[in-house]
């Protein structure tokens, strides 16, 4: 549509006594409209006295009448029911604009063209200090980004002044934010921080726009494929969403929270300048704070409430989080299954299907924070609740046989013959290892480990250090305590007190059994 002429500047401009051209080349007019002004006023005797009380547009319907009659034949579109209608997926203003034409034909009434159209929605929207849809709908994408600014607090441990740096997310659509202190800016944090985002938000938006930063982005040509971390991308596939970094350079694409990261630095950074903190929790909380305040506040420039109201109408829209967050996993590869159909990982073991308990095979463990799962050839096997004890045993029930259809080298009997040969001490240390256990094959490495001793320091030696474990009470003695033992003498410092000092010794604490007990294969729970 063509800018209405300013008939009332005209006027008062000619009035100061300048000529035609002058007033259209400093004003920036053109010729032709200040000649029909100057022409209507010689033909109508009006002069700028009687347009100088009037408004801009009474004027000019007052020159032109006819452009201002045919500007009130258009049918009025309902913008307020346009702007809701922009909020749901897929609809566009083209869309709109068309069915808004076909009411018009069903009416009998004259539509205005798109362009018309689409400047009256964009009228009403800044009219009414509303948020365009055009540009962003609700549900549609979140935007992430480190604070420039940092924050700080003090070990008193050291005095030392820790730095703290500070992950910013904004939803566009109702700019509500989330803020969280970390102490590193690696990968293990960033994506720590978006599993914790998509929880604050309470949904996954469609996508989650990001800088080109190197915990993110491997590379960002400008043509071919964006290619991003393994962990960003494993990500953005376990929440459904799209992960997509900002164009170089191009601040504008990520303009929320680049806007997000200012009002930040004023609304928590700057209003706990004065506090001293002494621990990252105290600075943690205070943050959070800060960050429930900033939400809750209202818009200075809106008036339709605050942060939080916003997003209420906008949460609706975000996708539903999958009921397991997301975890960060490390892989641990080529580890030795043992006949017991176990595997080691730090000080503990986890069972793998027994059908995979054969010399030379090897598997892949996948480890997060909460879980150990164990594949071979990429295929997962099975899967385990992490442990942090130490020497603790996990063991699913399915991954062990009633009975071993192949026998391992190694089986209860065998193991309990050795010992037995080597001494009842050993025999009583070897049963008290399957009696701890949840099933016999549990029990093959710790005993073998016990009794591969006798081989650094003879079966003399070895009998001697159980029977000083049992009597010293260790309820399950294990190769780290009789090893304990041995490298420090104890048995042979033991051995000569006997001989010095020799008594009956009272072998009702020994918990030593009878013959029949053994030939029955020990403790009932390890079969």
């Given at each position: 549509m063509a800018r209405k002429i300013n008939v009332k500047l005209i006027l008062e401009l000619r009035d100061a006594h300048m000529s035609r051209?002058?007033?259209?080349?400093?004003?920036?007019m053109s010729r032709n409209s200040v000649s029909d002004v100057f022409h209507i006023a010689d033909e109508k005797g009006i002069t700028y006295q009687d347009v100088r009380s009037l408004g801009d547009n009474e004027a000019y319907d007052m020159f032109f009448p006819e452009k201002h009659a045919t500007e009130d034949l258009y049918a009025d579109p309902v913008y307020s029911m346009v702007h809701e209608e922009l909020k749901k997926v897929g609809v566009t203003l083209k869309l709109l604009w068309e069915e808004y034409k076909e009411q018009c034909s069903t009416d009998g009434t004259v539509p205005m063209g798109y362009t018309k159209y689409c400047e009256g929605y964009q009228k009403y929207t800044a009219y009414n200090n509303l948020t365009s849809h055009l540009e962003h709908r609700p549900g549609e994408r979140c935007e992430v980004?480190?604070?420039?600014?940092?924050?700080?607090?003090v070990d008193t441990a050291t005095g030392e002044e820790i730095s703290v740096y500070l992950f910013v997310a904004a939803l566009p659509y109702s700019q509500y934010s989330y803020v969280e202190p970390c102490l590193d800016m690696k990968m293990d944090t960033f994506i720590r921080c978006h599993v914790h985002m998509y929880d604050y938000f309470g949904g996954v938006p469609t996508r989650t726009i990001c800088d080109n930063l190197k915990t993110g982005v491997v590379s960002h040509p400008r043509e071919g494929d964006i290619l991003l971390t393994a962990d960003y991308e494993a990500l953005g596939l376990h929440y459904v969403t799209a992960i997509m970094p900002a164009p170089v350079r191009s601040p504008k694409a990520k303009a929320s929270v680049e806007g997000t990261v200012g009002k930040i630095a004023t609304a928590i950074i700057a209003r706990l300048r004065n506090e001293l903190f002494t621990s990252f929790g105290s600075l943690k909380e205070s943050v959070l704070k800060k960050l429930y305040d900033f939400n809750h506040e209202d818009f200075q420039k809106r008036s339709d409430g605050s942060r939080y109201d916003a997003w209420l109408e906008e949460k609706k829209y975000l996708r539903p989080a999958p009921d397991v967050p997301y975890e960060i996993a490390s892989w641990d590869y080529g580890h030795k299954v043992a006949p017991d159909s176990h595997i080691a990982f730090e000080t503990n073991r986890y069972s793998v299907p027994y059908q995979f308990a054969k010399p030379k095979t090897k598997v892949d463990l996948r480890i997060t924070d909460?879980?150990?799962?164990?594949?071979?050839?990429?295929?997962?096997?099975?899967?385990?609740?992490?442990?942090?004890?130490?020497y603790g045993f996990s063991t699913n029930q399915e991954d062990m046989p009633e009975r071993l259809r192949d026998k391992p080298e190694w089986d209860q009997e065998r193991i309990c013959h050795w010992a037995l040969s080597i001494g009842p001490n050993t025999r009583e240390v070897i049963n008290r290892i399957f009696c701890s256990v949840d099933i016999k094959e549990q029990g093959y490495n710790p005993s073998l480990s016990v009794l591969r001793l006798s081989r650094s320091y003879s079966d003399a030696?070895?009998?001697?250090?159980?029977?000083?474990?049992?009597?010293?009470?260790?309820?399950?003695?294990?190769?780290?305590?009789?090893k304990a033992i041995l490298a420090a003498n104890q048995d042979l410092l033991y051995q000569e007190g006997k001989a010095a000092a020799p008594v009956k010794e009272d072998?009702?604490?020994?918990?030593?059994?009878?013959?029949?007990?053994?030939?029955?294969?020990?403790?009932?729970?390890?079969e």
């Open positions: 051209n002058d007033i259209a080349s400093t004003r920036h980004d480190w604070s420039g600014p940092k924050m700080s607090y909460t879980k150990v799962e164990i594949y071979r050839k990429g295929e997962l096997l099975t899967t385990h609740g992490r442990l942090y004890c130490r030696r070895l009998e001697t250090a159980c029977e000083l474990a049992v009597k010293r009470g260790v309820k399950s003695p294990r190769y780290h305590h009789l072998i009702s604490g020994s918990y030593l059994r009878g013959s029949e007990y053994y030939e029955k294969g020990g403790c009932g729970n390890a």
